[in-house]
């Protein structure tokens, strides 16, 4: 399915800010995470942490990371109960990070289009799956990141890290639509952007029916594979007029002959019913 999730995930967009080293030389503190994006992430390296948003918090296990959807009250802390900020000792001697202790927790942000909601469906905090375990790309990202000039990021590197912990939560949380593995293949196809495929086609290597992959397709996502298809292809056009651009220059730019027949083909779109239980 990863074909499918990088295809939705790149009509969406997301946009992953490089993260924050925290340093803290006591045991206990909670910091308050700046609302910079659509989402803050956590990765922690060495020890579990608390992340809150509101009134939900979870618990992320060492070698784990967590996304967190914008909200008026977002924090990471090394206990469930609040404390004070981090803090390191002042001192005069050089090189001054180095008498500060690299906790191997990193904060950063990541801002996804604005049809997120609707197509990838993350719950308000999402973390790295199974819940209590290491996931091995976050180790990865953040063992690297501890090799980088005593824990400081500096550009490639920097965005590359972020997008491996953003992209790891997406992963571990896909959509529901692509959670019945049978039509994995089936959705690899559908949303493939450079070609369109028939029936034939998606059935191809596929041992299912024509009749049993329309059901199964509705059962798990509550369209049919053309309705998914124009679902799909419609995301970029419906992101371009969220964003305040020009209806008759979005109509151009993706090949309809008019603002009408642009409007007229949108009306078609039937969205999957994907949705997940939300929290204020």
Request: one cysteine or more.
């Amino acid at each position: 399915m990863g074909d499918a999730l990088r295809a939705l995930v790149d009509a969406v967009g997301v946009e992953v800010r490089s993260g924050t080293a925290i340093h803290a030389d006591d045991d206990q503190w909670t910091l308050a995470l700046e609302p910079a994006g659509t989402h803050s992430w956590v990765a922690t390296r060495y020890r579990p942490v608390w992340v809150r948003r509101g009134d939900t918090d979870e618990l992320v296990a060492a070698g784990g990371a967590a996304l967190i959807e914008r909200h008026t009250t977002m924090t990471v802390g090394t206990a469930r109960q609040q404390h004070g900020p981090p803090k390191t000792v002042p001192s005069s001697t050089f090189p001054y990070e180095a008498l500060s202790a690299y906790t191997g927790i990193v904060v950063g942000s990541a801002t996804f289009g604005p049809l997120a909601a609707e197509v990838l469906a993350l719950p308000p905090v999402a973390t790295t799956l199974p819940a209590g375990h290491p996931s091995p790309d976050v180790v990865l990202a953040l063992q690297h990141l501890g090799e980088l000039d005593s824990g400081r990021w500096h550009g490639v590197q920097q965005d590359a890290l972020a997008q491996l912990v953003v992209t790891t939560v997406l992963h571990d949380n896909a959509p529901p639509l692509l959670q019945d593995n049978s039509l994995a293949r089936v959705l690899d196809r559908v949303f493939d952007t450079e070609h369109r495929y028939t029936t034939a086609e998606l059935l191809e290597g596929v041992r299912m029916s024509e009749r049993t992959l329309e059901r199964r397709c509705a059962e798990a996502t509550g369209c049919t594979p053309a309705q998914l298809g124009r679902w799909f292809r419609s995301l970029e056009v419906r992101t371009a007029l969220a964003r305040g651009d020009r209806p008759a220059e979005v109509a151009t730019r993706f090949g309809f002959a008019t603002t009408s027949s642009m409007w007229r083909a949108l009306r078609r779109v039937r969205a999957p019913e994907i949705g997940r239980g939300r929290r204020d």
